[in-house]
């Protein structure tokens, strides 16, 4: 499509604007607009999906008086298009966001816009839409939206009570019933959580007012709280702490520092006769930001089964959110200020962009955090992970020490917490490579069964469990996690381990499937694009693997046989065999 003017590189203010490239036919009349109203306007020209995010890009944010997103269909699979959100929001520039159409946003996008302003044309009239474009990029911003307490009700209403916060620390026990009874008689000191945020999870509200329900509104938040409590990398506030806390009007901020919280999960549930109506928000207390929220509806048959399944959509859907927040805040700390909880939150960040020199980033800032903490368990059993995947993509020179890394970080994890269900997989991945199948399968089990709620679990599980050729259990263990976390930000690392079970099973048209699903989520993910030529080749479609797998080596040209067989270390010998003859017939040298 011809574009509409040359990009805008002068001295004078001006505005970056950021879109998705498949979404040009309805973005560039709104370019021509805005030039037209005497804007200075700089966008991208022509940057394809697959490309490297360049130079030229961060500049231009880094040096613009406004940052506008223009969002239709085609936002959630553009990766360029979450990176420039993010790199602007580091550069603290102006953000805007105008939604074109009515878009469901991916998490991690809806995470980075959720306390920015927006305006939404397609609820506005032509002429009030524009107004409203112009004066705010005229202008400066709104304030940031603060939690504030919950306004005193019209005596027409009903109240309503938020619920449901969440937070046990590790270590510290159950309170005595001396202790409690403190509690209720008033604020008590708190202890912090050494480095840590906490967690907590409120009552929730009763909406329908029925007493005999207090039980199941209760229950659901206690329920929610141990399912939060068994990941292990945030402190809970335990359930007798916080189950007082009822008051809608009650200062946020007030209660937070009573419970030594800094985030809070508030909630409410309306049951009727045959359903029942539970909505869930998460607030992070120190910036008064809206980090989560969603509704469930459930048509009520047993109510502890009814309890037990929004429970654990909830914790499912919620904290990868909650662990992405944080680890976007870390990263925005000065590196003179982090702590080794940020150092650690920092290395998480960049495990999950799955990038060469985001994998040399995880690794340093892990072995940062256990130099300042030696018993983080949570940093060590990253480290592990960070060189088990420097092996698996092919990026580390010296595949035998970093199996050797592998092994030490994940066995003293594993020693530090035992418990912990991410340092059990760690371990499993340290047996993969050892040739250590029942370790590996144990190991696995046990992560499984320290907690089942984790989709982050089921997919490590479901990816090992498809390279040791347990294919029926991959898939069993993979389709669960898209259940618990269907909108996940790694949502592209489960539909590649998908392909790799059906191509462990022999099902190579399946195996397509799952693995084009995986590169049209992120177009640049070299290990998907080379499965989905694997898979190719052996379905008898060698043309359509050879293009497939020529995408693959423009991005990583220097990629070989021998490289695929590094990476391929912790698969079973007949899969990784038949998985380099499918390469080898789409002409990998």
Known sequence: MERPFHAYRGDEPYVFVSYAHSDAGIVYPELARLNEAGFKVWYDEGISPGSVWREELARAIEGCSKFLLFVSQGV???????????????????????????VDLAPGLRLSLSDRQAIHKYERSEDDYRAALNAALRSEPPPTRELRPTATRQKNRRPILFAVAIIIAVGIGWLSLEQIDNLRSGPQPTVPFAERP???????????????????????????????????TFPVISWPSSRDYRDPDRDPREVASELGARYLVRGSARRSTETVRVNVRLYDIESGIQIWSNRYDRALADVLDVQDEISSAVVSQMYPQLEDFDQQRAIRRAPSDMTAWDLTQKGWWHFNNGSPSDNRASQQAYTAALQRDPSSGNAAAGL????YQSIGFGWTENPEDSIGKVVEAAERAAMLDSHDPLSQHALGHAYALTGNRDGMIEAFNSSLELNPSSALVQICAGEGFAMAGESEAAIQHLELALRLSPRDPGVHWIYHSLALAYFGSGKYNEAVTWARRAVLQRPEFTFGLRTLAASLSQSGRTDEARN??????????????????????TAHPAFAERYMEGLHKAGLP
């Open 548 to 569: 497939v797998l020529a995408r693959a080596m423009a991005l990583e040209p220097d990629f070989t046989l021998a490289g695929g067989r590094r990476v391929l270390l």
């Open 76 to 102: 959630n699979a553009s990766d360029h298009v979450m990176k420039e959100v993010n790199f602007a929001l580091d550069c603290d520039r102006t953000v805007l966001a105008v939604h074109l159409q009515e």
């Open 384 to 387: 592990a992970m960070a060189h």
């Open 198 to 232: 906490a967690v907590a999870v409120l009552p929730f509200d009763n909406m329908g007012g029925n007493p005999d329900d207090d039980y199941f509104v209760d229950g659901l938040a206690e329920d929610l709280l141990d399912r939060l409590a068994s990941f292990r």
